[in-house]
């Protein structure tokens, strides 16, 4: 039985249909992230309460976080092999077969922003995820005085930096556009060729992907605005 198995899950097919299912788990995340970041923009309560909410049943959070990292490191393992495998024989079927033939920079480039956007979940982790909420990293300036503004202080203080928000634009960017051909590629890996209907996935991808890196930007770009502004909404 294990053989089998073991065979299966050699082949070729198989892998991709693993890269695209753990893609789309990806996908699903990303997009539940972006709308909770965004509610930086309607300040403190807004942002906190919703990371109070998460963090309400411990259990079930680290069973998402659990899937996820098996997510996560499924998707580049048999990304990588499929990449490899492709390379050794000389044909590059991931772009052939995401479009006809028909190949672009975001295809050339998967495998590297891949790999980008996998040290950016690392970094962004211990960025927001791992750090105090409470911390002196938490504390701003308000109208009674210094205070701890949990997780929407960790993010201002955090995106003051511009070379940091430099960083995290560039590589939310390639969130992006990973994403953006990763939808592609789920459609074409199960096998979903329509001359009415390809065009228009692509396209529908392409915005997501744009709208993606947007939602995500918007967060250090609006701490930088209002720092010189208006100030921290507290």
Known sequence: MSAKFGTLLGTSVVKKQIVALTGLIGVGFIIGHVAGNSLILFGPEAINGYSDMLHAVPELLWIARLILVASLVLHVY??????????????????????HGETNWAKKTMIYTGLL????????????????????????????????????????NSFLSVPRSLFYILAVCCVGLHLSHGIQSLFQTIGFFHDRYTEKIRLASNVLGALVALGFSLVPIFVILRHYTFGPDV
């Open 78 to 99: 048999f990304t990588i092999l499929v990449t490899l495998e492709n390379r050794a024989a000389r044909v590059d079927r991931y772009a052939l077969q995401a479009n």
């Open 117 to 156: 956007v996998f040290f950016f979940i690392l970094f962004h982790l211990t960025d927001f995820t791992f750090p105090d909420k409470t911390g002196p990293d938490t504390v701003l300036t308000g109208s009674e005085g210094e205070a701890s503004y949990g997780l929407y202080g960790l993010v201002w």
